[in-house]
């Protein structure tokens, strides 16, 4: 027994040698990239994304245990941000998993602190709104005569279906990838623009050739630029992208993140019985993503623009999942090609 307890000392303080004085070995708190080395090819069984995130919902304790390997793959899943790395390449050029990890947002996230314009979730004073109030119509697009459906909620009125403004004036050229447009229908067939709308790099989301404001002019991959709120970007006129805390505010007043996702998404077309109630009639559609020319998560993922960046490379989003009721803001690279719905002025 006496031998036991002096080689528990012994461990314990091999731990705090290593540990020293900082919080090195304490959980992950601070939000930063996540990277992943399990490679998704296709979405073959909810199994894959069910295990990554209850890798990333394990206990403290297990998250103390990892911390080394975790910061020797500069990998940390972060306890307060949600990082959905869309776009991110494996060393063999794959792309990777759209889910890596589940774990909820705060309000002190990093995307929200890279403006000081866009205030924090928790200074929005936004109340629950009943279903039966909301309020449908539509509106039409002048720029190529479509009509979107659009939906009231609140003080909110949302584009009720996915942004399908062909932006094709500027190039795209990354990783290889050389496209004449930076904005694409999903395995390039206008079949699926007709279904989903068309996939926008943040560049083009954000209209960062100015074209018809200078609001989110010069906004792209590898910048950091400074948007004069609201930014009109890519959406109609008397419209404009949302920022993260108009996602948030949406969030509220569906009843809360853990529960929007069923709230927003449509009631058919999600993955493995993942419909949501349509309670809203928001009709969130699984349009998945694209990157350099890949395209992947169709029915099983959503994601939408923001137009808050996160850092140089990186920009925030809105994400929706056919595994759970929960919404999630993350961050992905500026390159990648998501979804946009437009809220109006």
Known sequence: MALKKILMIGVVAALLVACGDDSGCNSVTDSDELSSSSVKKSYSSSAKVKSSSSKAKSSNSSAKSSSSSAKSSSSIVSSSSKDIELGEKSSSGSLVNFSSSETSVSSNSSAKSSSSSVASSSSILVEYVDPSTVVKGTMTDERDGQTYKTVKIGSQTWMAENLNYAYTGAPYDYHDYISDS????????????????????????????????????????????????????????????????????????????????????????WYDSGNGSGAYSFAALPAGGSSDGNYDGESYRAFFWSSTENDTFKASLMSLGYYNHRAYMSKSYKYSGTSVRCVKD
């Open 182 to 269: 930076i904005s694409w229908c999903y395995h390039d067939s206008v079949e699926y623009c007709n279904k989903y709308g068309r996939l926008y790099t943040w560049a083009a989301a954000m209209d960062s050739a100015g074209t018809w404001t200078t609001n989110g002019k010069g906004c792209g991959y590898n910048k950091t630029c400074s948007p004069a709120y609201l930014v009109r970007g890519i959406c109609p006129e008397g419209w404009h992208l949302p920022t993260e805390s108009e996602w948030y505010m949406l969030f509220t007043a569906v009843d809360g993140e853990s529960i929007a996702a069923w709230k927003l998404k449509s009631t058919s077309g």
